[in-house]
């Protein structure tokens, strides 16, 4: 009996200093873990570690310690660490930790593991707690995108430097058709978000500065989009005096003494509700823009605004179904080459929260399925705005990784071949009165020769000036007009594309007269018939403009050949050649009334016969147009 007394007396002794031990070392680690909180609270996160550290040597099987430290890991990027302890943790207590294991998974998809945080959380599907099924479901429908879209290894993400990049957070990139001016946002303070912008050189960026004019006094304000010949920008801004809404999208001019006074672009663009994150095309004829204004697909939609023919903006259009969703679409960056539209969304399929796409626009105006730009240019996070430059190839975004600076920096990324835009050059150019070498309004339009589908139109003021971006594609063609003057066409294979590129083009307008005569430039037929080629519809068209602006004036066609040949033919030849010219000014809505046609063969030359320069030369159609 007394052994037995004796034995219970010592079990009772031993389990009371066992709970006396751990209470006192309970009560130490939450010494040091309170310390810990004292610091994560005054974001004093690298002084935290080793405070949770020495917490969780005091009591191996204090959770909140395991957890806290976990967390702090993942705030300061620390990524492998926050998963050791959490797996470290998980083994003192798999239930404790169970609540957390989205958050586990999530740091494995963080590193691109996307197949592990599918292990982690596929066992869960069917038997976690209510609270966290829809996450886990939600969860391993994103893991289950990543595995079946692994990375492309073209694709690269690199972080620009110290150029552009500083411990306060910077965003919304964009770059000018002529890759030679960087703009982005870098937000100073809380409250306050400033431009900023840098010239691209051969050796990088230069040290970026803020806009030193008066654009910055303002401090809400953002997204900066500008036109082609740096001239113009657009941006949103928060004016309460001036604004129909929380966020609306304005627009300044450059001036001698710096940017213009911001003007609202108006109703037909802007709302009560909010406008935001504007993208200017290259011809300076639509605007892209994000909204929430109700009767969208979902809680921001992306919307266009098309210049009509007095400047102005028509009313904005849904882009419709095939980009917006019943998530969130903004940030649109249209692409120099007018067709490829780049675009942030939740609510397509993607690796993470907001990832960013590239659709184009076909020729019936409808979108392409949007493209998801691939890992590691989209992460477990969200993306939000991307520029990519002329090449199609390189691009820029804002993003928050293991080697930003602060929180988002901008990065430098190479696009997978299937997400590039079409390679754009620029040509700068002028028209120009003939005469009096004075700058003519008026516009460039620039076409696809094989079917005169218009690329793009570039409206000119009065100075003459432009910018023009220039897709490379097989063949080009421009047509150039101006009010009460003659046209100019051009024809541009590959080779003189690239050749002509960044270089000046002047085009001379003579001033129309009661009567004058012109030869065709770029008007082709088949060898040796009377068969129009389908690039010769670059030069009519111009033509065809130049008529519509002048419903008085008459046009006669006149077709001239070379001597080769009989005369007889050669008259046939000439003369259904100028009707094949006649046909398509009627097909095209020229009244017949107003065009006569007569073929002469060889009687007229213009260079010698004797020599193959000047039968080509001779081998022409022409036209004289008269205004009564």
């Known amino acids: 009996m ?58 191996s099987n204090y959770l909140y310690s395991y957890l806290t430290l976990f967390q702090v890991y993942l705030d300061i990027k620390q990524v492998n660490n926050a998963i050791a302890i959490f797996e470290k943790g998980f083994s003192k207590d798999p239930a ?45 429908q ?15 993400v690199t972080n620009v430097g110290d150029s552009i990049n500083t411990s306060a957070a910077e965003y919304f990139p964009t770059v000018t058709v002529q890759d030679s001016l960087f703009l982005f946002m870098r937000r100073n303070s809380y409250k306050r978000e400033d431009f900023y912008a840098s010239t691209i050189t051969n050796n990088g960026f230069t040290l970026a500065a803020p806009l030193s004019d008066t654009l910055n006094l303002a401090d809400k304000k953002g997204s900066p989009s500008l036109s082609s010949d740096l001239q113009t920008l657009y941006f949103a801004a928060d004016y309460a005096e001036r604004g129909y809404g929380r966020y609306d999208i304005y627009k300044v001019n450059r001036t001698k003494t710096g940017w ?25 004829q639509a605007l892209y823009f994000c909204s929430n204004i109700p009767g969208g697909y979902g809680g921001i939609d992306i919307y266009v605004a098309y210049k009509n ?67 590691p240019i989209n992460t477990i996070d969200n993306e939000g705005s991307i520029a990519v430059a002329s090449d199609g190839t390189q691009g820029y975004i804002a993003s928050d990784r293991i080697d930003s600076r602060g929180g988002l920096d901008i ?18 150019g002028l028209i120009a009165d003939a005469k009096t070498q004075n700058g003519l309004a008026g516009f460039v339009r620039l076409v696809d020769p094989s079917d005169s589908a218009n690329y793009m139109q570039v409206n000119v003021d009065t100075s003459g000036l432009f910018v023009l971006a220039l897709p490379a594609f097989d063949s080009l063609g421009i047509q150039v007009n101006s009010p009460n003057h003659d046209y100019a066409s051009m024809l541009l294979s590959e080779d003189s594309l690239t050749k002509i590129a960044g270089s000046t083009l002047v085009f001379h307008l003579n001033a129309i007269q009661k009567k004058f005569s012109k030869n065709f430039n770029n008007v082709f037929f088949e060898s040796n018939a009377a068969q129009l080629k389908s690039n010769s519809n670059v030069e009519l068209n111009a033509l065809i403009h130049y008529l519509e602006s002048s ?13 080769t040949g009989n005369a007889a033919s050669n008259l046939l030849l000439s003369t259904k050649r100028a009707e094949s010219i006649a046909q398509y000014l009627i097909m095209k809505g020229i009244a017949a009334s107003r065009i006569s046609t007569k073929g002469y063969g060889a009687s007229q030359p213009i260079g010698d016969n004797n020599t193959p320069m000047g039968r080509a030369q001779n081998r022409r159609t022409s036209f004289t147009i008269t205004l009564p």
């Open 2 to 59: 007394y052994t037995r007394l004796k034995l219970t007396f010592i079990a009772c002794a031993l389990f009371c200093c066992t709970v006396s031990a751990i209470a006192q070392n309970e009560a130490a680690a939450k010494k040091y873990y309170d310390k810990a909180i004292e610091s994560i609270d005054n974001k004093n996160f690298e002084e935290s570690i080793p405070l949770l550290q020495t917490s969780i040597e005091k009591d």
């Open 96 to 140: 404790s930790f169970l609540p957390y294991s989205v958050k586990y998974a999530t740091a494995y998809a963080s590193l691109g593991n996307y197949q592990k945080a599918f292990d982690i959380l596929n066992p869960l599907r069917n038997n976690a707690p209510n609270y966290l099924k829809q996450k886990i479901t939600d969860f391993l």
């Open 142 to 156: 994103i893991c289950d995108y990543a595995i079946q879209h692994p990375s492309d290894p073209l694709i690269q």
């Open 260 to 284: 213009s006074i911001p003007k609202n672009l108006g109703q037909n663009i802007n709302s009560d509700f909010w406008e935001s994150a504007p993208s200017i095309s290259p011809d300076g």
């Open 309 to 375: 023919e007095k400047g102005g903006w028509e009313e904005a259009l849904n882009l419709g179904p095939g980009i917006n969703t019943a998530g969130v679409e903004q940030t649109p960056f249209m692409h120099a080459d007018n067709r490829t539209l780049y675009f942030a969304s939740n609510g397509w399929p993607g690796y993470g929260g907001s990832d960013l796409f590239v659709s184009r626009k076909k020729l019936d105006g409808h979108w392409s399925k949007p493209i998801n730009l691939g890992y």
């Open 411 to 428: 990065y430098k990324v190479i696009l997978s071949k299937n997400t590039r835009a079409n390679k754009t050059n620029y040509l700068r």
């Open 551 to 563: 419903p008085t004036a008459t046009i006669l066609i006149e077709g001239h050949t070379d001597n």
